[in-house]
């Protein structure tokens, strides 16, 4: 297994990580022996970061991920996530503490290594024809998703910052130039590899503008999904 170290967090992580979410759907609907098996083999193939969300099975993941961490005595770096609805853009701070608190609850662990933003980031709040998204002002704004972030690092429930990144490419290409972050989980992948290489004029789908360059260029760490 190769590692890389995840940007200025200093992370050392494998290049491979175990996704614990509903596409494979294993750490969602398999059952406690198979979530425990799956987990050791991949720790035995050198795999030492895990990516889960509340929203993966309405908190299951984190809950089963949590029941293995429990059985197993080796250090791993687990990051999960936040989803912003809504509702809770008149309190993003109790709702970012809120949800951090339940995570640590169902992962059994006193600190979160990497806490990542699971909404779509965009210009304007919601957006037509998509899931419903945050604005940049949302994210970077006073009392807004970042200055959420930064309070729960400071009380030590988690260790680092990050932002999945979907959404408008100008608005998330000014979130990670705010240096606001330590890392970006990017959508990457054979369909659109526009977040990590120069796409050709007229390509079909959206275009992140190399969105990892630029996150690099800020010293963020960043992942693929998608």
């Not at 083999?41 to 809950?63: C, K, R, V, W």
């Not at 959206?206 to 998608?226: E, T």
Request: hydrophobic share 40%; net charge positive; proline share 4%.
């Amino acid at each position: 297994m190769n590692y890389r170290t995840l940007g200025k967090t200093g992370l050392r992580v494998s290049e491979i990580g175990f996704g614990c979410g509903n596409v494979g759907g294993l750490m969602v609907r398999g059952t406690a022996d198979e979530q425990l098996a799956a987990v050791r083999h991949a720790m035995d193939l050198g795999i030492n970061y895990f990516d889960t969300a509340p929203q993966y099975g309405n908190g299951l993941s984190e809950i089963n991920l949590g029941k293995v961490l429990r059985l197993i005595a080796d250090p791993l770096t687990v990051a999960t996530k936040v989803t912003i609805g809504p509702g809770d853009v008149s309190d993003l701070g109790g709702k970012v503490r809120a949800s951090v608190e339940t995570s640590l609850g169902r992962l059994g662990r006193h600190q979160i290594d990497l806490l990542q933003l699971h909404t779509p980031i965009t210009a304007k709040r919601g957006g037509a024809g998509r899931s419903w998204s945050v604005s940049v002002q949302d994210v970077l704004g006073p009392k807004g998703v970042a200055e959420a972030f930064e309070a729960v690092r400071y009380q030590k429930l988690v260790r680092f910052l990050g932002i999945t990144g979907l959404g408008d490419t100008e608005a998330l290409h000014t979130v990670v130039g705010s240096g606001r972050f330590d890392t970006v989980q990017a959508y990457y992948n054979l369909l659109n590899p526009s977040a990590g290489t120069q796409v050709p004029p007229g390509f079909a789908g959206q275009d992140f503008r190399r969105l990892i360059d630029v996150a690099a260029g800020k010293g963020m760490g960043w992942s693929s999904s998608g």
